[in-house]
Nanobody, 127 residues
């Protein structure tokens, strides 16, 4: 399974960015695709996830500001990030897994499970 993430950049607070994750996981069933982020000196945290049935979940810190959308034709998951804050600054990673199941993927601690397939990461800096 290939995962390619991109779309990061530098923006001012209140601005927007859209991250892109293209993954071959879309060609398989039972996928869980998540966006993670890790800021310097901090632990990695989950941002948002989508399961193959279309279910989505968001971290409380981004609810109402970040939105997932999918393009099944191009096997792409987008993370639209609006009203960005300096505390959103981090390296963002897209990851996919095929074994978690919907209950785990949509659970509160989905981001603590080991995802098997990762993108290289894309930097988001908000000043």
């Amino acid at each position: 399974v290939r995962v390619m993430d991109s779309g990061g950049g530098s923006v001012q607070a209140g601005g927007s960015l859209r991250l892109t994750c293209t993954t071959s996981a879309y060609t398989l069933s039972g996928y869980c695709i998540g966006w993670f982020r890790q800021a310097p000196g901090k632990e990695r945290e989950g941002v948002a996830a989508v399961y193959s049935d279309g279910s989505t979940s968001y971290a409380d810190s981004v609810k109402g500001r970040f939105t997932l959308s999918q393009d099944y034709a191009t096997h792409t998951l987008y993370l639209q990030m609006d009203s960005l804050k300096p505390q959103d600054t981090a390296m963002y990673y897209c990851a996919a897994d095929l074994s978690l199941g919907t209950r785990t993927c949509m659970g509160l601690d989905w981001w603590q499970y080991d995802f098997n397939y990762w993108g290289q990461g894309t930097q988001v800096t908000v000043s």
